[in-house]
């Protein structure tokens, strides 16, 4: 197994903390575990077990960003996984707008953390990355950007996470068609219920049940069920594939 440096952002807890624990526990990956609150990013680091860094980290600000490039350069020699998890908390107050009722101020704040942050760390990332892959005899960087089902199916509520999220898959099929030649492979993952602290409890049980009774499988993802995806995708045994969406929803939305 190539042990790999990976990086995600948003991972103080929920998909990020999960996706963080697999690849460090389960996949023998030294992890950066980023959060813009440095003690969290610490304390998440220390429930896992495995090799995990402590990062600060606010993807909304290019100095940071700028800041933990260098470091990650200077200390790893760059990493070979970027997963961008880091995503706007969801807020009733915004969801539950009709699209007609969204405001700027909404759509721009959401899009500056799922949209821009995701742009600006794998812009950010990618020539070391190139560079990284160039000597690698053969092991490809990726980068996975996190989405969700509405981005492919649309949604009735949430126009700002949908429009960003959206764009979040143009993104990874950009960054894969460009930069496949140079051994750089690109996913998104579409997610639909998935039972994060933020999500599951944040809805009444009635919403929770109808969650439920919408997929084939009628139940709830589990966090861990994503990060076992994002591990496979980081392996090399999707060395032939690149820009894919990877739906995990429990088969509602399924092309």
Request: aromatic share 6%; glycine share 10%.
């Amino acid at each position: 197994m190539i042990k790999k440096v990976v990086l995600v952002t948003g991972s103080s807890s929920g998909i990020g903390f999960a996706i963080s624990k697999e690849f460090a526990e389960n996949q023998g990956s030294t992890v950066l575990v980023c959060s813009r609150n440095i003690n969290d990013a610490i304390r998440a680091s220390q429930r896992i077990k495995g090799n995990t860094h402590a990062v600060q980290l606010d993807v909304t600000k290019e100095k940071d960003i700028r800041s933990v490039v260098k470091g990650v350069l200077s200390d790893h020699g760059g990493i070979d996984i970027l997963v961008n998890s880091a995503g706007y908390r969801f807020d009733k107050a915004i969801w539950y707008k009709k699209y007609h009722q969204m405001t700027d101020r909404a759509l721009d704040a959401i899009l500056e953390v799922d949209l821009k942050g995701t742009i600006h760390m794998t812009r950010a990332f990618l020539p070391s990355m190139i560079r990284k892959t160039s000597r690698s005899g053969g092991v490809s960087g990726v980068i996975i950007n996190i989405a969700s089902t509405p981005a492919l199916s649309g949604q009735k509520e949430g126009a700002p996470y949908t429009i960003a999220k959206a764009a979040v898959v143009a993104v990874t099929k950009h960054i894969a068609l460009e930069y496949g030649n140079k051994k750089i492979r690109a996913y998104t993952l579409a997610l639909g219920n998935i039972a994060t602290d933020a999500t599951y409890y944040s809805m009444t049980k009635r919403g929770r049940n109808k969650a439920v009774s919408e997929p084939a499988m009628k139940r709830w993802g589990s966090v861990e069920e994503v990060a076992k995806v994002a591990a496979c995708l980081g392996s090399e045994s999707f060395s032939y594939t690149t820009g894919n969406t990877i739906i995990i929803d429990g088969g509602k939305v399924i092309v």
